[in-house]
């Protein structure tokens, strides 16, 4: 096994069970691990600490374990797996009758650092974003179809964009098990054909449930503009909570045709609803005063902490967009999914925003990601997900 040493005081993230360890806290390394390889991290004072995937970039380690006993095989992929499906067993996600759309496994979340695993219907969707998952793949494969004891047929393995470029791992998109074609999942008894052979993520935004069902509570006899729809689940959602109208946008003609596809296996006819493939900042340029529920769900603004001046510059102008135009006494529904912007960040932002149109807003409700994508305690980056629902008078 390779040894990684840690600068003196270097431990203490790791003592608080922090799951990562920067390049720069690394003093020495004993051999040359490959990227993804496991490596035992010791201290300073050569006492070990924890154990985990090794990769070169600014991340060095993400911690499997903090038992030096604990081996890395099978079993403990196993035992990872099931703790995260006994968690959506108990909060009772993974076992409605009207529900097989969840997130099994996500990431430092669920103690499985590069690591996501989204459940649709017969299929799981499997995604490394570390060298270190990537190699294990098939391993882990094996675990999770025996871990869902029969409840899955399919594995697709889904990360040629979430791999660092850097690990030259000729990553394939492809099935690991089974190959079945039928794509469709239900997610609170809607339908959703789910794209995880070119979608975005795994195929549909997973982490907008919970949000999406809230909307639906506020969509009766409103008017709704649905902007970055993507595959339309804020779209379906109103149209089942009686929305009048229901427009569904976004600048990708391939989001507009899934979204399509989706309203039809919902609502076949429905004459309610309408898509247009178009840019955000022009839709809401020209569209009038006629939506009095608007979903702002714009893609990550920030990918990095640099781009965060800009990023907030973007959230302002666009929520400035939608507090000029929304009718009296609608309700906005604003996201961000940036990883590097905080809630602070982004409420400033969207406070400008409204401080900007003159109007009385008021906060019905802050929302955040759902139980299937939770925070490790010790890992509080894994908070990605900020939401507003705002009353605008
Ligand atoms: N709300 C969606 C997820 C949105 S993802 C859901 O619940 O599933 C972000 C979407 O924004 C993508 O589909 C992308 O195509 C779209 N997008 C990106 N830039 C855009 C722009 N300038 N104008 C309109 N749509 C854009």
């Not at 203490?12 to 993804?36: N, V």
């Not at 296996?265 to 609803?273: A, I, Q, V």
Request: net charge neutral; proline share 4%.
């Amino acid at each position: 096994m390779y040894k990684l040493y840690l600068k003196p005081g270097k431990e203490e993230s790791l003592k608080r069970f922090h799951p990562w360890i920067f390049s720069g806290a690394i003093a020495r390394m004993e051999g040359t691990p490959q990227e993804g390889e496991t490596v035992e991290v010791y201290t300073s004072k050569n006492e070990f600490i924890a154990k985990g995937h090794y990769q070169i970039g600014s991340i060095a380690v993400r911690v499997l374990t903090f038992r030096q006993d604990e081996a890395i095989d099978k079993a403990f992929w196993m035992r990872r797996l099931s703790a995260a499906r006994l968690m959506r067993q108990s909060i009772g996600l993974a076992s409605r009758p009207d529900n097989d759309t969840y997130r099994l496994v996500h990431g430092e979340g669920d103690n499985l650092p590069g690591l996501v695993i989204d459940i649709y219907a017969r299929t799981a969707v499997m995604q490394a974003h570390s060298a270190g998952m990537h190699l294990e793949r098939m391993t882990i494969a094996q675990a999770l179809q025996e871990v869902m004891q029969g409840q899955i047929d399919n594995i697709y393995y889904k990360s040629e964009t979430t791999l660092p470029f850097k690990a030259d791992l000729y990553p394939e998109n492809g099935f690991l098990v089974g190959g079945s074609t039928d794509n469709i999942a239900t997610e609170y008894g809607l339908k959703f054909h789910i794209d995880w052979l070119k979608g975005q993520k795994t195929g549909f935004f997973v982490d907008q449930r919970e949000n999406r069902s809230l909307l639906e509570r506020y969509a009766a006899g409103r008017h709704v503009l649905n902007m970055f729809c993507y595959t339309s689940g804020f779209s379906v959602y109103a149209m089942r909570g009686g929305a009048q109208l229901v427009h569904s946008v976004d600048s990708s003609a391939k989001a507009i045709d899934l979204t399509n596809q989706n309203v039809d296996l919902n609502f076949p006819d429905d004459t309610r609803h309408a898509a247009f493939a178009e840019d955000a900042f022009k839709y809401l340029d020209h569209m009038g005063d006629r939506y009095d529920l608007i979903i702002l769900d714009p893609p990550a603004f920030a990918k990095h902490r640099d781009a965060l001046r800009n990023a907030l510059q973007g959230y302002r102008k666009l929520n400035a967009r939608a507090f000029e135009k929304i009718k009296p006494g609608g309700i906005l529904f604003t996201f961000s999914c940036s990883q590097a912007v905080s809630k602070e960040n982004f409420r400033t932002a969207v406070f400008t925003a409204a401080a900007m149109s003159g109007r009385s807003v008021r906060i019905l409700h802050q929302l955040t990601q759902p139980a299937d994508h939770p925070v490790n305690i010790y890992h509080p980056e894994g908070e990605y997900l900020k939401g507003l629902v705002l009353y605008v008078e």
